[in-house]
């Protein structure tokens, strides 16, 4: 894992954790599946740095 992957990791599980307590709390289930996404999206963003498939400087402003 390089350093940029470890920072999407370490966000998306932050974002897992706020997902989890969104859910226990009861919250709009809009807004539990709003942080389920993040996490997803941050996931693969680790995954497409490691494979090269995403250039940062081409994305800028992308999510």
Not at 9 to 27: E, K, V
Not at 30 to 40: A, G, I, R
């Amino acid at each position: 894992m390089n350093s940029y992957q470890l920072v999407w990791w370490q966000q998306a599980q932050s974002d897992h954790q706020t997902f989890l307590l969104a859910r226990r709390q009861g919250i709009a289930q809009c807004h539990s599946l709003h942080y389920l996404q993040m996490v997803t999206e941050k996931i693969a963003k680790a995954y497409f740095r490691r494979s090269g498939l995403l250039d940062t400087a081409k994305r800028t402003g992308m999510h």
